[in-house]
T-cell receptor, first 110, second 114 residues
Framework: EDQVTQSPEALRLQEGESSSLNCSYTVSGLRGLFWYRQDPGKGPEFLFTLYSAGEEKEKERLKATLTKKESFLHITAPKPEDSATYLCAVQLSAGNMLTFGGGTRLMVKP | DGGITQSPKYLFRKEGQNVTLSCEQNLNHDAMYWYRQDPGQGLRLIYYSQIVNDFQKGDIAEGYSVSREKKESFPLTVTSAQKNPTAFYLC?????????????FGQGTRLTVV
């Protein structure tokens, strides 16, 4: 059975304290892995797509990496405005549907 | 501006009542999706459609129905058979046949049973 697991469920950081969020997956035939940011009461906002092991993408303070079993979202020197829930999702070779993990709720305190 | 529009933002349903959630996109995307999100949880797929007049059940389709009569529109009906409909509903769209296939989401409809 295809599974996507995110850890930790919640993460509290001080402003400027760098950390990483994890997304591990067991799927048959990965087409792509996606990271989204979701603010309370809003729809998810697309951040990154990763297609192959070893691939990395960056956007401001965020950097996403991919291995054959997991992906990391590294947050460097976070600011309070980075507080949100971060969702990862996998897309299988068989279709376009996304299977989501449970999300990591990030709280950055000033 | 291109995007996905969901309406209404808030919806209240009485016991035994059917309600329909609207989703419209002007991104010229082939595929459209409906997800359900419960508090503190990830998204679960209800239904998806890859082309007009065709749709498939997702992981939690029981108690829901959809139609895809136009490329731009993919309404979701929550029927009285759905015993626990209170949730946040998200519609998404993506390309299907070529190119980048990331899904773009609407701003959601919060459904509450009263």
């Amino acid at each position: 059975e295809d599974q996507v697991t995110q850890s930790p469920e919640a993460l509290r950081l001080q402003e400027g304290e760098s950390s990483s969020l994890n997304c591990s997956y067991t799927v048959s035939g990965l087409r792509g892995l996606f990271w989204y940011r979701q603010d309370p009461g809003k729809g998810p906002e697309f951040l990154f797509t990763l297609y192959s092991a070893g691939e990395e993408k960056e956007k401001e303070r965020l950097k996403a990496t991919l291995t054959k079993k997991e992906s990391f979202l590294h947050i460097t020197a976070p600011k309070p405005e980075d507080s949100a829930t971060y969702l990862c999702a996998v897309q299988l070779s068989a279709g376009n549907m996304l299977t989501f993990g449970g999300g990591t709720r990030l709280m950055v305190k000033p | 501006d291109g995007g996905i529009t969901q309406s209404p933002k808030y919806l209240f349903r009485k016991e035994g009542q059917n309600v329909t959630l609207s989703c419209e996109q002007n991104l010229n995307h082939d595929a459209m999706y409906w997800y359900r999100q419960d508090p503190g949880q990830g998204l679960r797929l209800i239904y998806y459609s890859q082309i007009v007049n065709d749709f498939q059940k997702g992981d939690i389709a029981e108690g829901y129905s959809v139609s895809r009569e136009k490329k731009e529109s993919f309404p979701l009906t929550v029927t009285s058979a759905q015993k626990n409909p209170t949730a946040f509903y998200l519609c998404a769209s993506s390309t299907f046949f070529s190119g980048d296939t990331e899904a773009f989401f609407g701003q959601g409809t919060r459904l509450t049973v009263v």
